[in-house]
């Protein structure tokens, strides 16, 4: 009884033995299964790589006795491009109605900062224009070799509205005298702008004083 339950009790081992082979086996097996895949795998793009790069033409080489020529390819005649600045035109000021017109004198206004709105009018002769402090500080004043020969100028006194009747025709450029080097002044036109030419000659003095907005003055006049 005693050799029968030694021989049961090798038994478990035996097929523990059996089992570890088996899967030692297997595992080997699969190993070098992969192994050779891969090397297959490996080789198969090396010759898809060089099928890519197999050449698709022939090379003429061109001897001694050879000369190679080339020829120009002619192209159509096209017309040549210039980059133009086109600069977009000043809009034009229209004549105002009526025979009172209203100035105001501003800190910030549409044309920037120091300035007279309108900073440009077009009225006709004998007409009004009323000047408006809006805000301080602030008068006009006449240039006296920038109105019509023989017409009479005016002198605003500061922080005070006033009015100015003009009879002359011609052109009138004046400056807010606390703000000259800011480049505060304006431009009234009575009528037919008779004297334009030497307005545009005389203000390149007057645009010596400006400190800042150098380019206001011609800016104003270009739309007369």
Same mark, same amino acid.
């Given at each position: 009884m005693s050799d029968n339950n030694n021989k049961s009790d090798y038994r478990p081992w035996i097929w523990i033995i059996v089992t570890s082979l088996f899967i030692t086996f297997m595992t080997v097996f699969v190993l070098q299964l992969t192994k050779d895949m891969v090397k297959k795998r490996a080789v198969r793009k090396i +010759?898809? +790589?060089?099928?890519?790069?197999?050449?698709?033409?022939?090379i003429n080489l061109v001897t001694s006795e050879e000369t190679l020529s080339v020829k120009n390819i002619e192209q159509p005649d096209l017309p040549e491009q210039k980059e133009d600045k086109v600069l977009a035109p000043a809009m034009k000021v229209e004549l105002s109605a009526g025979p009172e017109h209203t100035i105001r004198m501003l800190n910030v206004g549409?044309?920037?900062t120091m300035v007279f709105d309108p900073a440009v009018i077009k009225v006709s002769p004998g007409d009004t224009l009323n000047f408006e402090v809006?805000?301080?500080a602030h008068n006009s004043t006449s240039i006296a070799n920038m109105i019509p020969s023989g017409s009479e100028g005016w002198v605003g006194q500061m922080n005070q509205?006033?009015?100015?009747?003009l009879d002359a025709e011609g052109i #009138? +450029? #004046?400056q807010c005298d606390p703000h000259l080097m800011m480049a505060m002044v304006g431009i009234i036109q009575v009528g037919d702008a +008779?004297?334009?030419e030497e307005i545009k000659k005389n203000s390149e003095n007057l645009k010596k004083n400006f400190a800042m907005n150098s380019d206001r003055l011609d800016s104003y006049l270009s739309q007369l």
């Open positions: +010759v898809t +790589v060089e099928e890519r790069l197999e050449p698709f033409g022939r549409p044309t920037g809006t805000d301080m509205n006033f009015s100015v009747t #009138y +450029v #004046y +008779v004297n334009l």
